[in-house]
């Protein structure tokens, strides 16, 4: 089995302790030793210059599904240290929608490509034509929904919800780390509480976690992160409140009161939440997010793709209407909203109980950013720059608390014994360079990352070798 010595790094672990200097041996697929002046015995030797070695990071929440396999590269998440994405998320999953004309928001994975009744079909898929980073998949309440219902604007009957159930049991049997909801989209949100917890008590059974694009991020944002927390309580299983937000000028400032109902309902059952580092939201045009005072930046329009790239009012001026009648004019498409004020941002961010998964949308014309630079901007920007975390903690955020979250094992803590999903990174150079003009840049700073025990990205390119693995929980 191959070894490599990597000398005089500064090793940050994942677990929020501080950095330590440190030699790290590696064998196979696994972290071998840790220590001080290892003897320079090993295959390959790695001079860490100082440099801060930390886990892969662990993106949690992605819509990965489709990419991995699209362009098993995955450069825009390896290029960021990323070396675990997790997909499937807001109920949105390729396992088990095998329908050939997807609703929206279905078609964000671009599904139309593949069919995967199962979750083994999706694993084997992976394994044939390994991407450079691990996978980890949810499956999505929405995807239940549309291969069982006919109608899916109304809550599912009882054998309905009997044969959801069946399909995520068996999902959960090959290995799903949980389910995702996205009650806040059009073909979930007829679901109610008797549908959902039918679900999760099946997800309680095999100690799966539930992933909630909540109900609403706006003015009932309270009532809704109650009704998913209350609805994770019937496994009991984790609950994870997705891409934490309060969004529209009404609501900023109240992550003052969601992250005290967040701490309180933590008493009560274990619950974590995700978040990126940035103001907009992104997902698909909605008449019934265009307020006329928030700035919306078009991501892609079937009917307009020239107007990708530009401001919705801008386009509203141009064609002598209103924004909701531009909005109704381009879809369908995608979008970013500017829905957030910095210092609930700043909040969540913050909060112990947050995680950073990217949200990034791979299939975007014009995708938001944060495909490209949400983990390096919150190194950069929000640890280094602003200092609103150490980096010992900013990194935890993307590592050792996502695996313990998402039941990944040997992952996201650098150990003995532990998988080799390594970054090697300089903190002082780190930066996103992904803007809202230019997304697809990378970024820079990060200088290896290691997959498996292989070389994934070295010298700014992806080196192409598909170490990822299927991950089952
Ligand atoms: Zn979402
Ligand atoms: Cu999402």
Request: charged content about 20%; hydrophobic content about 40%; glycine content about 10%.
């Amino acid at each position: 089995m191959k070894t490599t010595l990597l000398r005089q790094v500064e090793l940050i672990d994942g677990t929020g302790a501080p950095a330590r200097s440190a030699d790290v041996l590696l064998r196979g697929d696994r972290i071998a030793r840790i220590g001080q002046n290892l003897p320079a015995e090993a295959d390959e030797l790695v001079d860490g210059q100082g440099l801060t070695l930390a886990p892969g990071f662990i993106d949690v929440h992605t819509h990965d599904d489709a990419q991995v396999l699209r362009d098993p590269s995955m450069l825009a998440k390896l290029s960021q240290g990323v070396s675990t994405v997790i997909t499937g998320n807001c109920g949105l999953s390729l396992v088990p929608l095998v329908t050939t004309a997807p609703v929206s928001p279905l078609d964000l994975l671009h599904t139309t490509e593949f069919r995967f009744p199962q979750l083994d079909d999706y694993a084997r898929a992976i394994a044939q034509n390994p991407p450079s980073v691990n996978v980890g998949a949810l499956i999505g309440h929405t995807s239940l929904r549309a291969t069982v219902m006919p109608d899916l604007s109304r809550a599912a009957s009882a054998s309905e919800t009997e044969a959801m159930g069946q399909l995520l049991e068996q999902a959960l049997a090959q290995g799903a780390l949980g389910l995702s909801s996205g009650l806040f989209y059009q073909p979930a949100f007829a679901a109610d509480m008797t549908e959902m917890q039918a679900l999760v008590r099946v997800l309680g059974r095999h100690r799966g976690v539930y992933v909630t694009h909540i109900r609403t991020e706006m003015d009932g944002i309270l009532d809704a992160m109650q009704e998913a927390a209350d609805t994770a309580q019937a496994g009991p299983v984790s609950w994870i409140m997705s891409h934490h937000k309060c969004a529209g000028p009404r609501n900023w400032g109240r992550s003052i009161e969601t992250l005290a109902l967040l701490e309180r309902l933590s008493k009560r059952q274990d619950v974590g939440t995700d978040v990126y580092p940035y103001g907009a939201g992104s997902t698909l045009l909605r008449e019934d997010l265009v307020d006329g005072v928030i700035d919306i930046l078009i991501t892609r329009s079937d009917p307009h793709p020239e107007m990708a790239g530009r401001h919705l009012t801008d386009i509203a001026a141009e064609w002598g209407c209103d924004q909701v009648q531009a909005c109704r004019r381009l879809m369908p498409g995608g979008a970013c909203y500017f829905q957030m004020r910095e210092d609930d941002v700043r909040r969540v961010l913050a909060h112990p109980l947050s995680m950073i998964g990217s949200d990034g949308l791979p299939h975007d014309e014009r995708p938001h950013p944060r495909l490209w630079g949400a983990f390096a901007r919150v190194l950069a920007h929000y640890c280094r720059d602003e200092q609103l975390l150490t980096l010992p903690q900013a990194i935890h955020k993307m590592t050792g608390l996502s695996a313990a979250r998402f039941g990944l094992k040997d992952r996201g803590v650098l150990r003995e014994g532990a998988f080799a999903d390594l970054v090697l990174l300089d903190p002082q150079r780190v930066q996103d360079k992904a803007t809202y003009d230019k997304p697809h840049q990378m970024c820079e700073g990060i200088e290896r990352v290691m997959v498996n025990g292989q070389w994934a990205f070295a010298k700014g390119q992806a080196t192409g070798t598909g170490a990822g693995r299927f991950l089952r929980r």
